[in-house]
């Protein structure tokens, strides 16, 4: 991953905040969802927004998906995301004869060509962290703080369509 801080700035264009630079507060929220169930619900909207918005850590075959999986969340909300993953979770069993179901996602814009967006209006080194966590006011507020991201990463990668 490139995300070295060039003058104080993150590969996403963002400032550095006061945990670092936004793979610091990546890997602090990986970390504190593994203690607490409500706070990782958002696990595929943290992880698809952080992806899309440094992708030199990504692999790009799955870009597409992931900018797909934001519009879905943006679109139908967590618990319908949450519904597709388990679905898809299920279908990848070794017991299952199903394969990997793209059509839920299948029907949303495709991750636009010409990118990456040079800057995000929100952005993870934007988050706000007290007293040890980014749930210190509630899991409904951090989980609207998260869906922020996603649409300003949806939002940026669209815009290079508009370009």
Not at 20 to 43: F, K, N, T
Request: hydrophobic share 35%.
């Amino acid at each position: 991953m490139s995300e070295s801080p060039v003058g104080g700035r993150c590969d996403c264009g963002a400032v550095a905040g006061p945990l670092g630079v936004c793979m610091d507060y990546y890997h602090a929220i990986l970390s504190e969802e593994q203690a607490d169930p409500q706070m990782y619900r958002w696990h595929a909207p943290v992880v698809c927004a952080y992806l899309l918005q440094h992708p030199s850590g990504a692999h790009e075959k799955y870009l597409d998906g992931q900018f797909r999986q934001l519009q879905l969340y943006l679109d139908k909300g967590l618990d319908a995301l949450l519904r597709v993953a388990a679905r898809q979770v299920a279908r990848n069993s070794h017991r299952a004869r199903a394969g990997y179901d793209m059509s839920p996602p299948a029907a949303y814009e495709p991750l636009p060509t010409g990118g990456p967006p040079g800057h995000f209006r929100a952005s993870f080194g934007g988050l706000p962290f007290r007293d040890g966590s980014f749930v210190f006011d509630g899991h409904q507020a951090y989980g609207r703080r998260i869906e922020l991201i996603a649409e300003a990463t949806v939002e940026s990668w669209r815009s290079i369509q508009a370009s």
